[in-house]
C-alpha cells in the first residue's frame, strides 16, 4: 500500500513527468479565467493532445489542469462580478462584495488559500478511499458492475438539478448514442446506416466537446460584454492569509461537502458548491454580513469546489462509474489505454492511482502559489469578451476532435452535436447525465453479456451486491418522489437544503432559458420520435445484438412522451394564467449584489433575448459549419486563416489590427504545432 | 427598535403580519421578509392597504440569502431587531418529516425573542 504510494511519488521526480503536470497547471488556470468552460473544458482541451503519449505523463498533465481549474476561475468573480464558471458564482456574492470595499486581495487570498487546501484534502480523501474500497471493489463480479453502469446512469438523471424526466430523457439519449457503431457481442453493426465511419461509433472527444465545448461558445459568443470596470487589486494578501487560518473549520467542513457531491454521479462542481455555502450560512451564528463580504462564504464554497474534482475521481477509478463530466472523459481516456476501470486498476495500476492522487496534490499546491504571483497581469484576461476568444477556442477543439480518428466525419457529427447541445442546455436538460450515459453505453453491454453467460437464468440477482444495488436504485426515486412533493405542497415550508436549485437559474442566462416554450416541446417531440425511431429500427438486428437497443428506446420512449406530456400540460396550464411569469421571475434569493446589476427583466425583454440567442447561436453554427467547408477545401491552416479574421471582424466586431495579429498567432501555433506535439493537421481537397 | 416578519401569502403569514401590528410600539418600523422560496415579494402598498396600521413604517427586505429561514435571521441581526413575528401552520409529524421546517430554524436559531402565532381556526 504505502510502497505503491512512495513509488508513485518517486515516478514524480521523472522530468518529464513533472513537465506535463506543470504544463497540466498552467493550461488549466488559463482556462480556469476563460469563461464557461471550466473543468469540462480543462479536460477536453487537453484530452486530445494526449492521444499520443503513454498513460502517465496524459494522465498527470491530465489532473494537473483539473486541479487547479477552480482555483483560477474565482479571479473574474471576484474581480468582475462576472462568474468565470457557474460554480464561481457563489464566490461571487461574498467576493466581490468584499472586492468593491477595496479588499480583493484578501478575496482572493482567502480563495486561492481555500481552493489549496480543498484541492489537498480531496487528494487525501482519494488516498482513503482506495484502502477502504478495495476489499470491495474486488469482490465485485460482472453482475454488480452491470448494476453500477445502470446505477451511474440513474443517479446523473436524478441527482441533475431540475426535471427528473427531462434528467431520464437526457441520460437515455446518451445511452442510444453510446450504441451507435459496432456491437461488442455479435459484431454487427447497429444504427450505422451503412455507413463506414458511423460502424466505429461516435468519438468521445467528438460528442464531449460538441455537446459541452461548441454548445458553450455558440451561447457566450452573444453574451454582453462586461462593462463594469474591474475592481482594483488593492488590499494586503497578509491579512486574507492570517484570515484564512482562523477560519479552518470552514475548509475542513467544505471540503468534505466537496468530496460528497462529488462520489455522487451527476452532483457536480456547482451544486456542491452551493451545499457548502448553504452550510457555511446555516451553521454561522451570526449572519449578518453573508453576502456583504463574509469571509466564510468564500472559504467553504472555494475549498469545496476544488474538492469536488478529487470526489469525482473516487467512482470513476474505482468502480469506473464516472461521478460528473471531466471523469466521464478521463474514463473515456483509460479505456482507449486499454486501462479497465474497476477492479483490474485496484490489481494492476495501483501506482497509476497514487500518481493521480500525488498530481492531484501538488498541482493544487502549485496553482495556487502561481495564482498568487501572476493574478495581477491574468486577470487582464477575465476582460476579454468571448466572442473574441470564440474563433481560437474553436480552432483548438476542432483540431482536438480530429486527432481521435483523424477523420472529418467527426468535426462534423461535433458541430451537430454542438447543436444538439444548445439546445438542450437551452430547453433546461441536463447534459451531464447525456455523457455518463454516453460512456457506460457500452460496458453496460458487455456487463450484461458476461453475467448472462456465466449465471444461468435469473440467479445471478439474487447476488447480496446486486441486492444492495438495487436497493440503491429506489431511493433516488423516492428522492425525487419527496422533492415534487415539496413543491407541489404549496411550499410555505420549502425545504432547506436546497438553495442551489433557484439560485443556479440567474446566474446563467441560457440555462433553460427556452423551457417552457415551444422549443423544449419540440426537444421533447423530437426525443419520442429518436426513440421510436430507434425501436423500429432495432427491429432488424439479431436477437443478442437488439436487446440494449431495445431496452434503452423502450424506456427512452416512456421518458420522453411522460415528458411531452408534462410540457403540454405546462402550456395549457400558462394559458389559462398570464401572471404566474411574475412569480417566476424572482428567483429565490438573488441576493442585493445581483440585484444591483441585474434589473428584473419583463416578460417581452425576455423573449427578445431569447430570440437574440438564438439568431447568434445559429449564426455561430452556420459558421462553424463554413469553416468546416473550408477546411475541406483548403486544409486547416488555410482554413483557419480565411475564417479567423473574417469572424473576428463580422461577429466580434473588433478592430482590424487586432483581428490581423491574432489570425497571425494563431496560424503560428498551428504551423509550430505538428512539430512541438504529436498533432495531425486535417488536409484539404486542394492540397 | 424593529419587529421583522417572516412573511408568506398564507393565512398563517397574514396572522403573523396581524399579530405584529399589534405587539408593536407606536411608530415603530415593521420590515417584512419573504420566507417563501420562488413567491413574489409583497409590495409595499399592499401590505399598507391591508394593514392601514402599518402606514408609512413598513418596509420589505428581501436578504442576500437563498434560504428563506436564513434570510429572515440575517436580517433581524442585521437590523438589530427586537423581535421576529412567525405564523404556523398545522403539520403532522409526518409532513414536518418529510418537508422540513422554515419555523423550526428561525425558532432555534434566532438570536432575539421569536413570537410565534396561529392564524384563526376557521382560516386554516
Not at chain 2, 408609512?56 to 442576500?64: I, L, M, N, T, Y
Amino acid at each position: 500500500m504505502t510502497d505503491a504510494a512512495f513509488s508513485a511519488l518517486a515516478s514524480l521526480a521523472d522530468p518529464s513527468l513533472l513537465m506535463m503536470l506543470a504544463v497540466g497547471v498552467v493550461a488549466g488556470l488559463v482556462i480556469g479565467l476563460i469563461p464557461g468552460l471550466g473543468g469540462t473544458g480543462a479536460v477536453a482541451i487537453l484530452l486530445p493532445i494526449t492521444f499520443g503519449m503513454d498513460p502517465e505523463p496524459a494522465l498527470a498533465m491530465l489532473i494537473g489542469a483539473l486541479a487547479v481549474v477552480h482555483t483560477s476561475d474565482t479571479v473574474a468573480a471576484v474581480l468582475l462580478g462576472a462568474p468565470g464558471s457557474a460554480s464561481a458564482s457563489v464566490t461571487m456574492l461574498d467576493g466581490y462584495s468584499m472586492a468593491r470595499q477595496g479588499q480583493a486581495k484578501r478575496a482572493l487570498s482567502l480563495a486561492f488559500l481555500s481552493s489549496m487546501a480543498g484541492g489537498l484534502i480531496g487528494a487525501v480523501g482519494l488516498t482513503l478511499a482506495i484502502p477502504l474500497a478495495r476489499p470491495l471493489v474486488l469482490s465485485f463480479g460482472s453482475p454488480e458492475l452491470f448494476m453500477l453502469t445502470i446505477l451511474g446512469v440513474s443517479l446523473a438523471a436524478v441527482l441533475s438539478r431540475g426535471n427528473v424526466v427531462k434528467g431520464l430523457t437526457a441520460g437515455l439519449l446518451g445511452l442510444l448514442l453510446g450504441l451507435v457503431g459496432t456491437s461488442p457481442t455479435t459484431a454487427e453493426e447497429r444504427f450505422s446506416f451503412g455507413s463506414l465511419f458511423l460502424s466505429d461509433g461516435i468519438s468521445l472527444v467528438a460528442v464531449a466537446l460538441g455537446v459541452f465545448g461548441l454548445a458553450e461558445i455558440a451561447s457566450r459568443v452573444g453574451q454582453r460584454r462586461v462593462s463594469e470596470k474591474p475592481v482594483e487589486l488593492s488590499g494586503g494578501w497578509g491579512s486574507g492569509i492570517r484570515e484564512w487560518l482562523t477560519h479552518w473549520t470552514h475548509v475542513i467542513r467544505g471540503a468534505l461537502i466537496g468530496i460528497w457531491a462529488g462520489v455522487l454521479p451527476g452532483v457536480g462542481a456547482t451544486a456542491g458548491t452551493w451545499l457548502a455555502y448553504g452550510q457555511a450560512v446555516a451553521t454561522a451564528k451570526d449572519k449578518r454580513s453573508f453576502g456583504k463580504g463574509d469571509p466564510r462564504g468564500i472559504v467553504g464554497p472555494e475549498s469545496a469546489n476544488n474538492s469536488v474534482e478529487a470526489g469525482d475521481l473516487i467512482p470513476t477509478f474505482l468502480f469506473g462509474i464516472p461521478g460528473g463530466v471531466p471523469s466521464a472523459m478521463l474514463l473515456g481516456m483509460l479505456l482507449t489505454y486499454g486501462i479497465q476501470p474497476g477492479p483490474a486498476i485496484v490489481t494492476d495500476h495501483l501506482d497509476l492511482m497514487y500518481l493521480i492522487v500525488w498530481a492531484f496534490a501538488i498541482a493544487s499546491v502549485a496553482g495556487a502559489f502561481l495564482c498568487f504571483l501572476a493574478t495581477g497581469s491574468l486577470a487582464k484576461l477575465t476582460k476579454v469578451p468571448f466572442a473574441v476568444l470564440g474563433p481560437g477556442l474553436l480552432v483548438v477543439m476542432l483540431l482536438g476532435a480530429f486527432q481521435e480518428g483523424g477523420q472529418l466525419g467527426d468535426l462534423w457529427v461535433m458541430v451537430a452535436l454542438g447543436v444538439v447541445g444548445f439546445f438542450l442546455k437551452a430547453t433546461g436538460m441536463p447534459r451531464a447525465p447525456f455523457l455518463i450515459g454516453f460512456v457506460l453505453a457500452i460496458p453496460m453491454e458487455r456487463y450484461y453479456y458476461l453475467t448472462a453467460s456465466l449465471y444461468d437464468g435469473a440467479s445471478w440477482v439474487a447476488r447480496p451486491g446486486v441486492l444492495v444495488f438495487a436497493a440503491l436504485l429506489v431511493v433516488p426515486v423516492l428522492w425525487s418522489l419527496v422533492k415534487r412533493l415539496r413543491r407541489a405542497s404549496g411550499a410555505a415550508d420549502d425545504g432547506h437544503r436546497d438553495e442551489h436549485e433557484s439560485d443556479e437559474d440567474s446566474v446563467d442566462d441560457l440555462e433553460g432559458s427556452l423551457a417552457r416554450t415551444p422549443w423544449s416541446l419540440a426537444v421533447a417531440v423530437i426525443a419520442v420520435l429518436i426513440f421510436a425511431g430507434a425501436l423500429w429500427v432495432s427491429g432488424s438486428f439479431s436477437a443478442e445484438a437488439s436487446l440494449m437497443p431495445r431496452l434503452v428506446a423502450l424506456g427512452g420512449l416512456v421518458a420522453a412522451a411522460v415528458l411531452t406530456w408534462q410540457e403540454l400540460r405546462a402550456r395549457r396550464d400558462r394559458a389559462r394564467q398570464d401572471d404566474v411569469a411574475d412569480v417566476e421571475e424572482t428567483p429565490g434569493g438573488s441576493g442585493t449584489t445581483m440585484l444591483a446589476t441585474r434589473v428584473a427583466p419583463k416578460v417581452d425583454a425576455r423573449a427578445l433575448a431569447r430570440r437574440h440567442d438564438l439568431v447568434i447561436a445559429m449564426r455561430t453554427f452556420t459558421a462553424m459549419a463554413a469553416f468546416l467547408v473550408l477546411v475541406m477545401l483548403g486544409g486547416y491552416l488555410a482554413a483557419t486563416l480565411v475564417f479567423t479574421p473574417l469572424f473576428l471582424l463580422y461577429a466580434a466586431r473588433t478592430r482590424p489590427r487586432t483581428a490581423i495579429i491574432y489570425t497571425l498567432v494563431l496560424g503560428a501555433v498551428l504551423m509550430a504545432l505538428p512539430s512541438l506535439l504529436p498533432v495531425d493537421l486535417p488536409l484539404g481537397l486542394l492540397q | 427598535m424593529t419587529i421583522v416578519v417572516a412573511y408568506a401569502d398564507t393565512p398563517p403569514g397574514h396572522a403573523a403580519v396581524t399579530g405584529a401590528v399589534a405587539e408593536s410600539r407606536e411608530g415603530e418600523p415593521v420590515v417584512i421578509v419573504p420566507a417563501v422560496r420562488g413567491e413574489r415579494s409583497p409590495e409595499v402598498g399592499e401590505v399598507e392597504s391591508r394593514w392601514p396600521d402599518l402606514a408609512g413604517r413598513v418596509e420589505v427586505e428581501r436578504g442576500d440569502l437563498g434560504d428563506p429561514a436564513d434570510t429572515v435571521i440575517q436580517v433581524a441581526q442585521r437590523l438589530d431587531a427586537r423581535l421576529i413575528v412567525l405564523g404556523l401552520r398545522t403539520r403532522t409529524p409526518v409532513g414536518k418529516l418529510v418537508f422540513g421546517s422554515t419555523a423550526q430554524r428561525i425558532l432555534l436559531d434566532a438570536t432575539c425573542p421569536v413570537l410565534s402565532v396561529k392564524p384563526p381556526v376557521a382560516a386554516t
